[in-house]
C-alpha cells in the first residue's frame, strides 16, 4: 500500500467529497455536528470512515465513533492517531 | 429465436431509454450477463440477459425510447445456426411499434460508438454519487472533455452526453431534463403508490423490540474487526426479516392476477433514499442464505450504487418483500406502503434508549419499533403479528442470526 497521506482539512474534505459530491469545503462549519451537516447515514458514516483508513492509515475503532462530533474533532483525532505511527 | 426483451423494472418504472448495448452480433452471451444500459427515472440500469445463446441483431438502437416488454434483440440457441436476416427484419418491425418515438438527433451519435470495451465493469463508477454514464464518459474521452469539471442535467446531477457534447462546444445545456426527471420518477412513484392504495387493502401493526442483547453482541462483534468487516443494525434486522418469514410465507411473495404466489427465497427491496429526492428499493436476493458479514458488504454495495444511479434489472424486478428504515433520521416509526405487486412491507425507526422493566427491575434499553404493513388478501393481523413476534424473538438470540460466525468462534475456541 502506499504511503499514508498527511491529514489536513482539505484531505478530509476530499474524502468526504468522495461519499457526498455537493459538500462545498467553505460552506462546512468545524464546530458543528458533522453527519448533520452533510446528511450521512450509517452507511455513508462507515464508506467515510473505510475512504479515510485508505488515504491516511488510520483504523477508527467502533468504541471512538461518539467523540467524533465535528470536523475539528475528526481532526484532532486523526492528527493524533497519524502521528503514532 | 429467442426474444431478448426489456424486463420489467418494478411498478413504477414502464419506460426507459436505451443508452448502449454492450454486446455486438456474433457475440455469445451467457445467463446474468449486462448486455445493455437502459436510463430511467431513477437510474441507469444494466440489463441482465437470463438465457444462453449468441446474438443476431440488436433491434432497438441506442437514444430509442423504450416500453417494458418491448423486443430489443433477437439471439440463437448456441448449438443452431443463426437466424435468416428476413426473420430478424420482422422481429425489428413489430419491436418498432412497441418502441415510442426515437430521441431526436441523439440516435446517430450512439450508433456510431461500437461497444468495444463492454468489459469495463460498471462498479468502477459507483464511488460517486454523481453518476456518468458510460456512454458519456466514452464520448467525453472521444472529445478530451474532464468529465469530473461538468455539471451534469440529468437524474441526480448525472452526466449525460448532451453535457458532454455542449462543453466540447462550448455551451451550456439550457433544458432541464433533470427537473423533468424529478417531474418523471414523482408521476411514476405517484401512479405506484395510488394503485397500492387503491388495489391492496393493508393492515398494519407495530411492536417494540428490545435491542440490548443484540447491539451488545454487535458491539463485541465489531470491536476487533476492521471498518471494512464490521455489520451494521441494518443487515442484522435485514437478516431477522428473511429468517422471520420462513413460517409466515404469505407475507413474502407476488401478488398477480392469477392470485398470491409465495415465494421460496426472501428476495428483500431496500428502500434508498436518493440525494436530491425521491426513491428506490433493490433487491439483495437470498437474504436467508447469506451470512451476516456478505449481507452488510452487499448492502454497502447496494446503497453506493443506487445512489450513484447505477443498478442491475435483476434488482429492480423481483423483490418479494420490502424492507424501509428510517432510523438515520430520527423518527421512531415508519408505516409504509406496500410496493404492488408485493404484499408487504416491514419498516424500521431509530433505536432509543427508554426506561424498560425486566421482570421486577427498571432499567435502561435500547428499543426499536418494528412494524409491519401487510395485504389483507392475503393475510390477516394474526399472521402478521406472529411475524412480528418470531421478528422479536429471533432478535433477543442475535448470535444465531449468524450462524457462520458462531462456527468460526468454536473451531477458534477448539484449536
Known sequence: ?85 | MIRFELPALGADMDSGTLLEWRIKPGERVHRGQVVAVVDTSKAAVDVEIWSEGVVDELVVQPGQKILVGTLLATLHPPEEAAVLPSTATAARSAAGAAALAAAPARAPEHTLQAPTDAAQPTTATASRRRWVSPAARRRAQALDIDVEVLTGSGAQGSITIADVEAAASGRTVTATPGTDRMRDMRQAMAAAMSRSKREIPHYYLHETVAMGTALDWLARRNADLPLTARILPAALLLKAVALALRRSPALNGLYTQSGFEPSGAVHAGVAIALRGGGLVAPAIHHVADKPLEQLMRELLDLVKRARAGSLRSSEMSDPTITVTNLGDQGVESVFGVIYPPQVALVGFGRITARPWLAGPTLQSMPLLCATLAADHRVSDGHQGARFLAELRELLQRPQALDPAAGAAMTSRAVA
Open chain 1, 1 to 85: 500500500m502506499s504511503a499514508p497521506g498527511l491529514v489536513s482539512r482539505d484531505a478530509v474534505v476530499e474524502v468526504l467529497r468522495t461519499i457526498a459530491p455537493e459538500v462545498e469545503a467553505a460552506a462546512l462549519d468545524n464546530l458543528l455536528a458533522l453527519r448533520h451537516q452533510v446528511d450521512l447515514d450509517s452507511m455513508d458514516w462507515l464508506n467515510f470512515l473505510i475512504g479515510l483508513q485508505q488515504r491516511f492509515g488510520v483504523e477508527v475503532p467502533e468504541s471512538d465513533y461518539a467523540r467524533l462530533v465535528s470536523l475539528d474533532d475528526l481532526l484532532n483525532y486523526l492528527h493524533d492517531r497519524a502521528s503514532q505511527h
